[in-house]
């Protein structure tokens, strides 16, 4: 049974609206408002098509703050801190000593010796604190700190109502100003593959900024439930820890842990850097891949790709599929895939088997399946 030690401010609109308030991360989170298939896909189009607002509070939240604060950081993650500019923040991925993925986070620069990471259900913060050990460093876990994430092509006219200057925030700039009355920190970042901002808060005027938004924008905007990020993520390449790891879908003779190459993460490395925890060994793992994370697409079928069906490749298991998900907004069925690494090459052709035994024909393709240049999401304007 799991036990939640953490409480969202917005639970009792959550509640008011049917929703399931079920553990991520310690927290109770709105998985669903309801389960029927109309309410997954209405949400999932919202935020396609305009604009839909999600509790993410769950999310860890953490200052890491003093004189030493970037040299933990450094330390911590894959990205080289002293090229985050104050204001700017920056997606990294966080190792353990063997070069296996622990987790993943964003960095956020705020000022002088001053930064946040929000890290998501692996132990980033567990790494912090140690490093951060005996240095001029704080370390604190804010839970008091709120994320309200507002995605859709649409928000940005919403927030622009109230905050013009909203349309010149750059793909993962930072902003700190007032929204309906209130002091916020907004950050261009998501976990949509979508245009999309993330509204940091004190819990105390997250229901006032939340009933706000819903009311400015009125049809153009609605609460989608915290499932939706999965319909979301799996077309824009989002991993989600421990999700597509081994931890859910081990080796059958190693310990669970991943590497940024098997992962399709090793961008997250600044070019040539050293030093961080793992660094060693995930330069020496390169060329070793036992899989890849990779697409796949259903070539004649709108069936939706379950989670756990083999991929077969001439007869022979390479693979397991992790999520899928049908669209019929963009006309596809694909997936996020374990595969064996010969066959993770765009057009080989699979056969997806489902958990009743059900044959799909299928393809392997590269990702992601929308907003392939990113055009989407890093729009101007």
Known sequence: MAILWRASALAHRHAEIGGE????????????????????????????????????????????????????????????VEKIAPGRAVYAAMLNSDGKFIDDCVIYHLAVNTWMVVVGTGTGMESLTAVAAGKDCNVLFDDDLHDISFQGPKSVDILATQIPAIRDLAYFGIMQTRLFGRDVMISRTGYTGERGY?????????????????????????????????????????????????????????????TLWELGLEFVVSPGKEGFIGAENHYALQGKERIKIYGVQLTDSMDQMEMHARVMSGGKDVGVITYGLSSELNGYSVAIARLDPSVAKAGTKLTVVQPDGTELAATAEEMPFYDKDKSVRTAKG
């Open 198 to 258: 993330e509204i940091f808060c004190r819990a105390k005027d997250a229901v006032h900024l939340w009933d706000n938004i819903l009311e400015t924008g009125g049809d153009d905007v609605r609460p989608t439930q915290f499932s939706t990020l999965d319909m979301l993520r799996i077309e824009s390449y989002l991993l989600f820890y421990p999700g597509d790891n081994s931890e859910t879908f081990p080796f059958p003779d190693e310990p669970a842990g991943d």
């Open 21 to 80: 308030l079920e553990d991520w991360n310690g927290m109770g989170t709105a998985w669903f408002y309801d389960h029927t298939p109309e309410r997954a896909k209405a949400d999932y189009e919202a935020i396609r098509t305009s604009a839909g607002l999600m509790d993410v509070s769950g999310l860890k939240k953490i200052h890491v703050t003093g004189a030493d604060a970037a040299y933990v950081i450094d330390r911590c993650t894959t990205r080289n």
